[in-house]
Structures are given as structure tokens and as C-alpha cells.
């Protein structure tokens, strides 16, 4: 062993958006109390992605997991950890974590799935940590992946024109590197519950043909108070993040924050005093995608050769639960 610590460092990584593309004036012609111009206005958004009938959350964690494991150069067989941030498996048993290890032949893993709506990949992202600095596991494969258009109210444009499918993937390796997660913060308040959730579709209530009907079955949202919390929220995990890990807001080479909404992230910005050019926001192409939203940013930024060796990369999320996150990563 060396000098350095044994850190959880971001070997890889990989996304992957279905081939349907929705146009804000696709979703025009299915919620008529919306347009294109009012969306770009209020969200930021001007397409999505949306997946095919039968292509579930684990087809979609399975091609950006593979991409990752490329971009790492690490094997299924390799893998001993699939964590996936998901509010919409496949199906209750197996989880798509589960899934996903079958279709890539990661013989060797253990696999479960977490909910914590948007703010799940920084969920996933401690645990990955924490078993790295445990000596638990040395390779780990995080998979954002979210099906969340089947949940959409059409007549409901508040929620309607904002989320969307995708997968976004990382392979987390143990390094000695003095680099890597420096830290990671994650919080909950469940007394926000009535502010974004979907309370059907668990086992409180029986079935039956007429209940199938409710709205509790699509995704209720609050938005103006859920807008007031986010952005207090957000503020206050990046401010936190910067206070643990004993760095400026100059320090930050680049913020990768919750693509939930282009008005949060930019009012958040603002405020915290981060230069534009140091925010990464791809929500024009690819609305909310809940758990994947940060890990699919990610992979396009380094893709694009926006991250290099040492700098400081600052996530930070807040969803539904209510749930919230920030992690500081040496990459």
C-alpha cells in the first residue's frame, strides 16, 4: 500500500436516451393548456426523450452501463456492486439493479436499487463511497435509469412538460488517490410528501378496476411551493458542500446540478455567485430525468472534454420525498 488513501474515484462514464424524441410541440398536441414558448419559458426544455412500450428502466440502465464500462475499461465480471437510483423499476421483484446485472453478465455483483427520486444518484454515490472506504468493494457501477413519462398526466401541464426517460451510468473504482469523492451529503424531510409524489402504485390500498382510474396513479406535483423549496434547498447543500469540503465557490471548476428546471438552476447560480460557463445544463434536450438527470450531464460534459484531470466537480440535487444531496469530487 501506498501513502495515499483509498478513495472512490469516477473511472467511467456512460448515458443513454431512447430513440423517441418528443418536441415541445408533441407535447402540445397531447396537453393543450401548454405551448412551446411557455415551456422554454418556465423549464428551459425544448425536447425529450420518451421510451418505447416494453422498453423498461433496466433496458435503458443497461446500455449506459455498458458505455460506462467501456469508457472505463473494466469487464461485467469485474464488477462486484450495482447500485440504481430508480422511482420506476420494472417491476416490484426483481429490481432493475437486478435486471441489469442479469443482462450484463455481472456474475460477480450484489444489486439493489434505491428511491430517492431526483436526488438518488448522490444517494447512490455515498454508498458507493462509503463501501470503497470500508474495503467492501473495489469496483461499483451506479445507474441512474427512470421511465417516468408513463406516469404523466396529459391535462396536468405543470408535470406534463418536464420529465422525461433516460439512463445515466458510472463505474466507481477504489484508488489510492488524495482526489476522488471528497465528500457527500444527503438528507430527507417526508413531511414535504404532498409537494411532488405519486401515492398510488404500492400496497396501502387493494386494486381495484375503479381506483385504476385515479390520479393518485400519475405523478401530483405543487409546483410554486415546490419551486420555493428547491431553490432554498439547493442553496443550501451547495453552500454546505463548499463549508465540508473547505473550498471557495472560485475553487469549483464545474457544477453539475439536478437538471429539474432551467429558472432553479439559474436562481441557484445566482445566488451562490457560480459564472455561467461553470454550470452544466443540458435539460434543453433532455427534460428531467429524475435519478439519471445528473449521471446523463455528467457523461456529456466529460464527453465533451469539459472535465480533466483534478478539478473540482461540485453535484447537488433535490426531488421528491422530499430528498436532497451534494457531493465534491476531485476527478
Known sequence: MGDLPLRACIKGTGSFLPEIVMTNKDVEALCPTTNDEWIRKRTGIEQRHRSKDGEGSSVLAIEAAKLAMADAGVTA???????????????????????????????????????AACSGFVYGLQAADAFVRAGVYKTLLIIGAETTMRL?????????????????????????YDGGVLMTNVGADGTGEELLSMPQ?????????????????????????????????????????LKQGNVGVDDIDLFIPHQANA?????????????????????????????????????????????????????????????????????
Open 77 to 115: 465480471e469485474e464488477i462486484e456492486c450495482i447500485i440504481c437510483p430508480t422511482v420506476t423499476p420494472d417491476q416490484i421483484s426483481p429490481c432493475v439493479s437486478q435486471l441489469t446485472q442479469a443482462g450484463l453478465g455481472a456474475v460477480n455483483a450484489s444489486a439493489f436499487d434505491i428511491n
Open 152 to 176: 404523466l398526466n396529459w391535462e396536468y401541464r405543470d408535470t406534463a412538460v418536464l420529465f422525461a426517460d433516460g439512463a445515466g451510468a458510472v463505474v466507481v473504482v477504489a484508488e489510492e
Open 201 to 241: 402504485g404500492g400496497f396501502r390500498h387493494e386494486r381495484t378496476p375503479e381506483n385504476l382510474e385515479d390520479e393518485e396513479w400519475k405523478i401530483l406535483m405543487k409546483g410554486p411551493e415546490l419551486y420555493k423549496r428547491a431553490v432554498h434547498i439547493f442553496e443550501s447543500e451547495i453552500r454546505n458542500a
Open 263 to 331: 429558472r432553479i438552476i439559474e436562481t441557484v447560480r445566482e445566488r451562490v455567485g457560480l459564472p455561467t460557463e461553470k454550470c452544466f445544463v443540458n435539460i434543453d434536450h433532455t427534460g428531467n430525468t429524475v435519478a439519471a438527470s445528473i449521471p446523463i450531464a455528467l457523461d456529456e460534459a466529460n464527453k465533451a472534454g469539459l472535465i480533466k484531470k483534478g478539478d473540482l466537480v461540485l453535484f447537488a440535487a433535490f426531488g421528491a420525498g422530499l430528498t436532497w444531496g451534494s457531493a465534491l469530487i476531485r476527478w
